[in-house]
């Protein structure tokens, strides 16, 4: 059975940076597409940025320039560094691995907040 596990979270400044690392475990099968979401309190889960198995990329509005989205396909493993952090950025972060048959698999979510 796949398993995604976040890491990375925790508390930043405003201004201040944070790495959150994906890892899956259980042998998942080849991934296409791999995504963070992040939820706010109040607010309904939001895609923050996605990268496809060729590396090409896509992020929201709100992070574009500030983010940055990788993986390591040899490891399985999703990362997205944060820089530049702000309030607004505080949530909970969720993984997401869609594999070449559209099966999805979901992490528990790593809080991140963002003190100003």
């Known amino acids: 059975q796949v398993q995604l596990v976040e890491s990375g979270g925790g508390l930043g400044q405003a201004g201040g940076s944070l790495r959150l690392s994906c890892a899956a475990s259980?042998?998942?099968?080849?991934?296409?597409?791999m995504t963070w979401y992040r939820q706010a309190p109040g607010n309904q889960r939001e895609l923050v940025a996605t990268i496809t198995h060729d590396g090409s990329t896509n992020y929201a509005d709100s992070v574009k320039g500030r983010f940055t989205i990788s993986r390591d396909n040899a490891k399985s493993t999703l990362y997205l560094q944060m820089n530049s952090l702000k309030p607004e950025d505080t949530g909970v972060y969720y993984c997401?691995?869609?594999?070449?048959?559209?099966?999805?698999?979901w992490g528990k979510g790593t809080q991140v907040t963002v003190s100003s």
């Open positions: 259980g042998r998942p099968r080849i991934i296409n597409t």
């Open positions: 997401n691995f869609q594999d070449f048959c559209k099966t999805d698999y």
